[in-house]
């Protein structure tokens, strides 16, 4: 079955690569956040399709999720020696993705034709799409100012409270082509349980891709990043408390209300079951949290078989 | 005295750091060949800048006499992994420099500026000029067609006969302001052991440059790169051959005429000594090959003591 996940970071990579692994070569598109994108010392830097394709290629550092295993920062120490503030942690090998894909932006290639071409190159079974191919910024809006979303995140390690959050240049963004397409032929669209705030809210808020995702037939399955209170990594749970929203399995199914058919949360997340089921949704009850490389593709099967029974045409209310 | 230097690579580097421990901080300035510069996955190269700032530095890799020393090269095989042709050798720390090279000069800043920048970071003890802030390409026209300088020199390694070489773009170059305030203030200018078709020859070629050097007060010395009929380093034998030029250091002398009052030939070169001086110049014979650090300062001594022999004023005929 042909799936379209949307994916964000390191938890979004990590079910991707499950999906991946249990899916027929090529049958898998995964429209990934490039909302934290970001120009470092004039480099095009978009950390979240790196993690989706490093962890999709199998390159992805196993300790911290993101990055390449086994990476040196060489250049980094360069840097560093040249005065340069070195608080994103560049490897060598990483640095040589964001050399080739500024280079080829400038002279003139979308990001999506860039992001098939070095996907490729490193192996990876399916389709890495960027959301968009105009520059949307996330900014952080905290009582310190707003803040660019890697200052936020890397810099200042979130430690910022969130009194908004604000995405510069969405108005022009539009769905790439590539986006509709896969879309059209899917069979199962998969919310990843990356951040519903900063990493699948921006896919969503790219203009006609909510309503996309509304009108396409196939059945829509998310899985909550949220288990037990607690967001499994980042500051998912943060940033939703402090925007208002209630966190916990339920508060990430009201934040896609309209637009999933089926919501997977962990079993000590039992409680919430009744309150998604008022959504309109089907909920699966399950271990949803992604320990090591079989755990992600047992999760993945489980989400596969769960969106299966959804079923082409339920409509989400 | 103030010390004004014009260099290319490698040769040329080992005699400008000669100078820099010989003189007082801050007393040389080294004019730099930028025709070779190129760019590489959007990235501004100036390999002979990077050589002389490296080198002044105290960081070039000994074994070569370019890139880093100890330098790793793991963005390069990422590079190949991408697919891409890794026929430059990149190092990790040598890419810092050309990322922030090239981040500089986007964000509007010259060349000029930013090798101030770069140099002044990495401890370089007196000034760096790049030739111009202009681009300049030279082209080695060879019987396989137009090639460009790095393709000639490291790519193909210098295999190709030359018959010509074409300096792209000097019709549009201008003497920077700094290296015309520096000629001012000099009491000498020595030209340093670089390749004088590739490396010399397009400094004196900038327009301006070379009726600038003329007008100074300051003497002219130049040491031979030609050492008993051989290049000492590089492809300057062959290609002054091909050019019709006598390759010895006579035949460096003679590209010189008119512009430089002394010439620093090798003792097993004496047989050329009449020759020279009956181009207007002096002599000093000595061992003019560097072979280690102390060798280099040796070599430099001996320069700025020849220098200060010729007088302020000495026209060169």
Same mark, same amino acid.
């Given at each position: 079955?042909?799936?379209?996940?949307?994916?964000?970071?390191?938890?979004?990579?990590?079910?991707?690569?499950?999906?991946?692994?249990?899916?027929?070569?090529?049958?898998?598109?995964?429209?990934?956040?490039?909302?934290?994108?970001?120009?470092?010392?004039?480099?095009?830097?978009?950390?979240?399709?790196?993690?989706?394709?490093?962890?999709?290629?199998?390159?992805?550092?196993?300790?911290?999720?993101?990055?390449?295993?086994?990476?040196?920062?060489?250049?980094?120490?360069?840097?560093?020696?040249?005065?340069?503030?070195?608080?994103?942690?560049?490897?060598?090998?990483?640095?040589?993705?964001?050399?080739?894909?500024?280079?080829?932006?400038?002279?003139?290639?979308?990001?999506?034709?860039?992001?098939?071409?070095?996907?490729?190159?490193?192996?990876?079974?399916?389709?890495?799409?960027?959301?968009?191919?105009?520059?949307?910024?996330? /900014?952080?809006?905290?009582?310190?100012?707003?803040?660019?979303?890697?200052?936020?995140?890397?810099?200042?390690?979130?430690?910022?409270?969130?009194?908004?959050?604000?995405?510069?240049?969405?108005?022009?963004?539009?769905?790439?082509?590539?986006?509709?397409?896969?879309?059209?032929?899917?069979?199962? +669209?998969?919310?990843?349980?990356?951040?519903? +705030?900063?990493? /699948?809210?921006?896919?969503?808020?790219?203009?006609?891709?909510?309503?996309?995702?509304?009108?396409?037939?196939?059945?829509?399955?998310?899985?909550?990043?949220?288990?037990?209170?607690?967001?499994?990594?980042?500051?998912?749970?943060?940033?939703?408390?402090?925007?208002?929203?209630?966190?916990?399995?339920?508060?990430?199914?009201?934040?896609?209300?309209?637009?999933?058919?089926?919501?997977? /949360?962990?079993?000590?997340?039992?409680?919430?079951?009744?309150?998604?089921?008022?959504?309109?949704?089907?909920?699966?009850?399950?271990?949803?949290?992604?320990?090591?490389?079989?755990?992600?593709?047992?999760?993945?099967?489980?989400?596969?078989?769960?969106?299966?029974?959804?079923?082409?045409?339920?409509?989400?209310?």
């Amino acid at each position: 079955m042909k799936t379209l996940a949307l994916a964000g970071g390191v938890g979004g990579a990590k079910l991707a690569a499950g999906l991946q692994a249990a899916l027929p070569d090529g049958d898998l598109a995964t429209v990934v956040n490039t909302a934290d994108d970001f120009t470092l010392w004039g480099l095009h830097i978009s950390p979240d399709l790196d993690t989706v394709m490093y962890t999709l290629a199998g390159l992805a550092n196993p300790q911290t999720g993101w990055g390449i295993a086994e990476d040196s920062s060489a250049a980094l120490s360069m840097l560093g020696r040249y005065g340069e503030d070195t608080w994103f942690k560049l490897g060598d090998k990483d640095l040589a993705t964001h050399v080739l894909r500024t280079g080829r932006l400038r002279a003139g290639a979308t990001l999506t034709e860039v992001t098939a071409g070095l996907a490729a190159a490193l192996g990876v079974r399916g389709a890495v799409f960027p959301m968009c191919d105009e520059r949307v910024s996330t /900014i952080v809006h905290t009582p310190e100012g707003p803040l660019e979303f890697q200052d936020y995140f890397v810099r200042r390690r979130q430690k910022d409270e969130v009194r908004g959050v604000e995405l510069r240049g969405i108005e022009s963004a539009r769905v790439p082509r590539s986006v509709s397409e896969a879309l059209d032929g899917t069979g199962l +669209v998969v919310f990843c349980p990356s951040n519903p +705030v900063v990493s /699948i809210g921006p896919i969503l808020a790219v203009p006609g891709m909510a309503e996309a995702l509304k009108a396409a037939s196939a059945p829509k399955v998310a899985v909550s990043p949220i288990v037990g209170g607690r967001a499994l990594k980042g500051p998912a749970d943060r940033m939703m408390a402090s925007l208002g929203s209630e966190v916990s399995a339920a508060g990430v199914a009201r934040m896609y209300k309209g637009l999933v058919n089926g919501m997977v /949360i962990d079993r000590r997340d039992e409680a919430d079951q009744e309150e998604i089921e008022d959504f309109g949704m089907r909920v699966l009850l399950t271990d949803a949290v992604m320990r090591d490389e079989p755990d992600r593709e047992r999760l993945a099967r489980e989400v596969l078989e769960f969106g299966g029974t959804l079923g082409v045409g339920t409509e989400a209310r």
